[in-house]
């Protein structure tokens, strides 16, 4: 078996994780693909995601600092006889809330490097002190000038919910990177990395010629640890966990073809082997409070957030003035790409939905105050109870007692409570938070059943209707009609067909129909 090492929780440099004796997933192959194939990148990929390691691990090739590299991929195919002045801003840390914090801390970041360069910076502007910078440092050292830009966005992030700071701060941010569109003849390379992907019109200011990587196959898995990577590299810390339950718990993070490995957030899967628990390490380590609010005025249907399709250009489009909610849902890591197609010429359609089961518990875990339920941790565990037990008739008054302790001024209050899909997503969103196996718009040779529960050797299928729409009874009729069991009896658990049926008057479930098979 092989040696156990660290594991490099927080770890971001390059240097210290290939001298601590730490687990490293070689992602040279990749650094080495980009610098053949151009000069201006971008990168977009949810917090958390080894953005930082990734470029420090390119700080330290392109200062040609050989001995880190011996053993990798990249070490018998470089030139280590040519070092690159490198440029390395990051925003990585604090909180910025206005134009003068920002600029403050983009003049401590120049003169930083100015002093480690040797250059003397003259110009009194931030823009003309940057150019001076990049010039300087190619004059002074013969080699032109790597650019590494981390976390390109986040001043803009922290602040989006207050939108003229936002804007104040994406003017602010604009004006630094502007400088790169002109400094071409003294750059060697240059990396943006971030979150979110805003638009170029709006931040880089005509710097066109950067190569959007965030979505590119050949790129999917350059940040992110792979099942392969799971299986060799940290083979050693996998006695004593189910290997089945890591992925489902922490795989499924794709950026483009379906057909291309997915790969797992390293947050998760380190704090995992550390602590051998299966918990939600990664959304845990931020709330997104912004994310839900913006859920719930928009009514989303919660059920569809994991079939949810869009456009290529709506996965772009993210803006203090305008956010989607798919881009915003997508570029934060909340839904990940589950397939792409090519419908017509030029024409690109990505389905979305969760990454994985740790995902989709925690967000639906979040939204449930949104959907009115503010004592949501004490109602699921009277719905795991009733579930553990498979006690049917408890889980029938468990949901009506759910629907009745909604309060009136919260439907009154509340955009979410008026939409048609309230109640089915306050039925999912509910079941969601508990972790359990669901499919939504479950598929078989006769159609879709709403929604499937596979949870502790038992079947349930659920049929939804709004009796103001359809006659009473049809939920389960439709379930028996259709057939919708047929393709789990083989499996040998009990199946229960389960129609609900909701009124919109009187803001209740009214039938609860089960036939157990």
Known sequence: MATQLNLPIGVQAFAKIRTGGFYYVDKTPYLHQLIDEGSYYFLSRPRRFGKSLLLDTFKELFEANEPLFRGLYIHDRWDWQTRHPVIRLSFADGVMGSRQALDQHIEELL?????????????????GRFRELITGAHQQHGQRVVVLIDEYDKPILDNITNADVARELREGLKNLYSVLKDADPHLKFCLLTGVSKF???????GLNNLRDITLSRDYGAICGYTDADIDTIFAPELPGLDRDQIRQWYNGYRWGDERLPSV?????????????????????????????????????????????????????????????????LFQTGYLTVHKVEQPMTGYWLYTLGYPNREVEASLNQALLPALGMPRAAQQRISLFRALQAHDLPALE????????????????NNPIAQYEGHYASVFYSHLAA??????????????????????????YLFEFKVVEQVPEGRALRQLQDKGYADKYRGQGKPIHLIGVEFSREQRQIIAFDVLSL
């Open 199 to 205: 638009s170029k019109v709006s931040l880089f200011s």
């Open 111 to 127: 003169r930083e490097h100015s002093e480690r360069l040797g250059i003397t910076l003259s110009n009194e502007s931030i823009q």
């Open 264 to 328: 797992y957030n390293p947050f998760d899967v380190l704090l995992l082997l550390q602590e051998r628990e299966f918990r939600p390490y990664w959304f845990e380590s931020a709330t997104p409070t912004f994310l839900v609010k913006l859920l719930a005025e928009h009514g989303l249907y919660t059920p569809r957030l994991d079939t949810l399709e869009t456009e290529a250009a709506l996965l772009g489009r993210f803006d203090v003035d305008e956010i989607a909610t798919e881009a915003l």
């Open 397 to 412: 008054t468990h949901f009506k007692a759910l629907f009745a302790g909604l309060p009136h001024d919260w439907y009154r």
């Open 434 to 459: 508990l972790g359990l196996a669901i499919t939504v718009e479950d598929a078989g040779n006769t159609g879709r059943v709403d929604m499937t529960v596979d949870f502790n050797g038992h079947i």
